[in-house]
């Protein structure tokens, strides 16, 4: 885990930068205390982060279970009930783990995974425009097409119009371009600009303008437009932040009705997040889902007992973790050391830090999540892959992720049925090992999106010094998702020292350069082999 900590502690930073606006955001929105948001920041990187599996996912409290928390908090009578149902919560998703329904993520087509990438990505920019000019009407982590302030998502953009601050502008513009020259020019110029990082400088210039405009009438910024960390005055006050679970509550069938819904929707959105954080992973990682149910449980189980909001891996956090350089789940951890240590030494300094820098830093994860080029890739795969896409996009930009993650998903799956598979047996494995460990794997006549999970579980458990035959002979339909799947593992195959002689009616070929060039010349949705 220490492997990579030179880049590790750089995206940690990032990391932090980034949750903190968000888990206060995200108390705010629920109607909770704003350190509940910060207690499951912290659990979600220290404790979840050291039990999951993934090594570049990041936990921590979800805007998509923001309109639950507050509703339950009032339909429950208070919320110290509420947190009952979050350690209930916990303990379901244990038992969600034990009985191996993580296996769920692998039945999430790449369409509609890379739309809610999208999606997310552009609702980042739109929801951190008002933020970026200083106008903060809603919440932070509000990230929901209706918000908590009665407006929607471009209404807000056009209440800015008249509610820009001069101050918290310029900041945000100096801010933008430092990240964008130590992206795009310092970072390639030594390893000095590596280690610290552009969103840390940003940060930092940040406060400085903050305290040196205070007395200036056009660019001081208001203290509202700050992060705002709840700060004690001693140790009994800090202690008493924390709040803890009226277990007399457990008889309300309420409480149970909001534990099973809450332990639902945060591992379907964990699952989600796992999907896409192992597609933008560039190290091609697999995330056990099953252990990630676990950790999650746990997660809520701890967080709940201490007066934090639910849990689960969040893919804002985990695309900034790789887009910094994140390599282990280190970096996970030490951005929940950072937000332990942070709220308990320096309070007071965390509040000085402007908003809309911190909108800025989220721009850019926001565009590196929704590039243009992009759209023009999905266009060009056909409208078996552009449509789940485009629909799961439109879905999650004008109603929340869950929502637009089920249309594409249904999308998805009225387009599959189109192709009328009927074809259980899509795998069969032969060992003609002899001492060798040669390994024969025939797909069957259709093989589509539904069968992913089966076929990574098998390539994960190649052992080491493998020869794999892989017979596509008989394969007349293979998805697109499955070229995938196999371009991702041709990479972990060197690794493992995995030799793949691929059979086809197109030739025979030695560990293929890229499978997505030899099974189509130019991209479509899938792949007629007949």
Known sequence: MFKFIKSDIPASIVVFFVALPLCLGIALASGAPL???????????????GLSGSKIGVSGPAAGLAAIVLTAIGALGGYENFLVAVVLGGIIQIVFGILKAGVIGYYFPSSVIKGMLTGIGIIIILKQIPHF?????????????????????????????NNISPGATLIA????SILLLWDKVLSKKGKVFQIIQGPLVAVAIGIIFYVLTQNSEVLAISKDHLVSVPVPDDF???VGQF?????????????????????????????????????????????????ELLAQGAGNIVSGLIGGLPITQVIVRSSANIQSGGRTKLSAIIHGFLLLISVIMIPTLLNKIPLSVLAAILFIVGFKLAKPALFIKMYKLGWKQSIPFFVTVIGIVFTDLLVGIS????????????????NSHFLHIEDNSDGKHKIKMTLAEEVTFFNKGAILKELDNLPQNTYLELDVLKTRFLDYDIIEILEDFSHKAKERNIDIKLISKRGVVENPPSYIEFFEQRPKSNVSLS
């Open 35 to 49: 350190f509940s948001g910060v207690i499951a920041g912290i659990i979600g990187g220290v404790l979840v982060g």
């Open 133 to 161: 000019f200083g106008y903060d009407s809603d919440p932070e982590g509000d990230w929901a097409f209706f918000q908590v302030d009665g407006e929607n998502t471009f209404s807000e953009i056009l209440n800015t119009i």
């Open 173 to 176: 513009i100096i801010g933008l």
């Open 236 to 238: 009994s006050s800090f």
């Open 243 to 291: 709040s803890f679970p009226n277990f007399s509550a457990i008889t309300n069938p309420q409480v149970w009705i909001t534990a099973f819904t809450i332990a639902l929707v945060a591992s379907l959105e964990t699952l989600l997040c796992v999907e896409a954080t192992d597609k933008l992973d560039p190290h091609k990682n697999v995330t056990p889902t099953n252990r």
């Open 407 to 422: 249309l594409g998903l249904a999308v998805g799956i009225v387009v599959i049925l189109l192709k009328s598979y009927q």
